[in-house]
């Protein structure tokens, strides 16, 4: 059974850092990609940042979404089955539950979502 299990969300102040956790468990975590997703109040969710399964040193293997590029970065670490996403800078518009996601394409893959972690950008 796999799951994905965020941590680490909460109120923080404009300007200032939260870092979330999503550990997963029932997969061959080094061979899936993941994603950070995020859906604010009454809107849509969308991608924050993505991870490939690859070593991130190959190009095009970590992308971001245009609105946090430069304040976020995700890291994965496959000995600890954990990605990781560093928030700096933060702003009320990053008010937000954030989702990870782990997606392998292809036989013997899947799609499978985290319960979610609200994150709250407000003074």
Sequence with gaps: QVQLVESGGGLAQPGGSLKLSCAASGIAF?????????????????????IGALPTSV????????????????????????????MNSLK????AVYYCRALK???????????????TVSS
């Design 30 to 50: 080094s061979t899936y990609a993941l994603r950070w997703h995020r859906q604010p109040p009454g809107k849509e969710r969308e991608l924050v940042a993505s």
């Design 59 to 86: 190009p095009n293997m970590i992308i971001y979404g245009d609105s946090v590029k430069g304040r976020f970065t995700i890291s994965r670490d496959n000995a600890q089955n954990t990605v990781y996403l560093q």
């Design 105 to 119: 394409r292809g036989s013997g893959g899947g799609d499978s979502w985290g319960q979610g972690t609200q994150v």
């Design 92 to 95: 009320p518009e990053d008010t």
